[in-house]
């Protein structure tokens, strides 16, 4: 009788049961891997891009109504009707939510992006809540003011506030950034831009420049900033707002910088390909001509190109999948894929997006474009 080995065991040590067990076994393994194989074929094993929930949220013009966009072409997803005008809307970390700021009103109100309806109001009695900044697993919140010159540290969870502590910059004004791990905050000052010890409150550094407006790269590794003359009576303005002015790359870690030989009016914003870290990691602008972008390496600062526009352009955004939106003051919209080097108009002619029922009156003169990805799965504080 011939003996059969598989993988080195011998089945005649094996009892009829054991053989049985092991058949099933290997039965499985052959139904996974074809499903695997077909799933992949059939594309129901998605790439990230292809899997990303949520939207672009579009504050309008009067402040009065949120638009929730899809990522990938503009399409209009849903709406948030607002009772007061608007002044901020910032997205937790895994966007389900959004925290709106208003303008004069001493309350934050806080809207579901996925159902579209109002789910709490905070209060700040005596004060007129600004800007608001999420730490990256949304378990902390801090919150500037517009008539006082302090921020508060909150420890979030689910939507509910609880203040941990705060302290007073005098003289900021305009958003709070931070580092990857919020251990460090930066604002502007009349002296330049501060870098606080987010612990106590304690200025570590001043840097001397004036941003309109700044970002971190995806590594966090350098900060890139919109270096423009301001005032606090002007103030730093959301990322991807409209000022000239001239790129600045600065070392988070040493402090080091350096001015980039250009002239922009929006940006910084940055994009990987794909939306994956692994992918090219670039800084864009918006040229001051406002036809075209600018691409730079967003650790080194090195000049990777330009790509011309159909239009004028007012905004830049990245999509969270892997492209940039180019915003024109009428509405139009374009994609702009960097690793591709092409840039896709939407919408029918002339080109808005109104045109074809897809967002366009949402985007026409948006006062605010802010990504909120929806991560259905993950360890955020609140989702």
């Known amino acids: 009788m011939s003996v059969l080995r598989l993988a080195g065991f011998d089945l005649h040590r094996f009892s009829r049961d054991q053989i049985i067990v092991w058949a099933i076994m290997a039965g499985a393994l052959g ?132 203040l941990s502590f705060e302290f007073e910059l005098p003289g900021s004004y305009g958003p709070v950034y931070r580092n990857r791990r919020a251990t460090r905050l930066y ?75 250009a002239v922009v009016t929006a940006g910084p914003v940055f994009v990987t390909a794909g939306g994956e870290p692994s992918g090219p990691d670039n800084s864009a602008f918006l040229l001051e001509s406002r036809n075209a972008v600018l691409f ?19 905004k830049l955004l990245d999509s969270g999948v892997g492209t940039i939106w180019a915003v024109g003051a009428d509405g139009r919209l374009a994609v702009i894929d960097p690793v591709r080097g092409s840039v896709r108009q939407l919408g029918r002619d002339p080109g808005t997006l109104a045109a074809a029922g897809n967002g366009g009156e949402q985007l026409d003169g948006a006062r605010m474009l802010v990504t909120s990805v929806v991560q259905s799965e993950g360890n955020f504080a609140c989702f």
């Open 296 to 314: 730079f390496d967003s650790r080194t600062g090195e000049h990777q190109g330009e790509l011309e526009l159909p239009f004028s352009a007012e």
């Open 31 to 162: 139904i996974l891997i074809f499903a695997i194989a077909s799933g992949a074929h059939a594309g129901l094993l998605k790439n990230s891009a292809t899997s990303v929930e949520g939207g672009v949220l579009a504050l309008s013009s009067d402040g009065r109504e949120i638009a929730v966009l899809s990522p990938f072409d503009g399409e209009l997803l849903g709406s948030i009707a607002l009772e007061h005008e608007a002044s901020q809307i910032t997205p937790t970390p895994g966007g389900v939510s959004v925290f709106v700021s208003f303008v004069d009103r001493e309350e934050v109100w806080i809207y579901s992006t996925t159902e579209y309806e109002l789910q709490e109001v905070v209060s700040f009695p005596g004060r007129v809540p600004d800007h608001l900044l999420f730490s990256e697993n949304g378990d902390s919140l801090f919150v500037s003011y517009d008539d006082v010159p302090v921020i508060s540290v909150f420890n979030h969870s689910m939507r509910s506030l609880d």
């Open 187 to 261: 604002r502007a000052t009349p002296a330049g831009l501060a870098t606080i010890f987010a612990a106590n409150g304690e200025v570590i550094e001043t840097l001397p420049v004036s941003p309109a407006v700044l970002g971190f790269n995806p590594d966090y590794t350098h900060i890139w900033a919109l270096e423009a003359d301001l005032s606090p009576a002007v103030g730093m303005l959301p990322r991807s707002e409209s000022r000239s002015g001239v790129p600045l790359l600065v070392d988070e870690r040493s402090g080091s910088m350096s001015r980039i030989d």
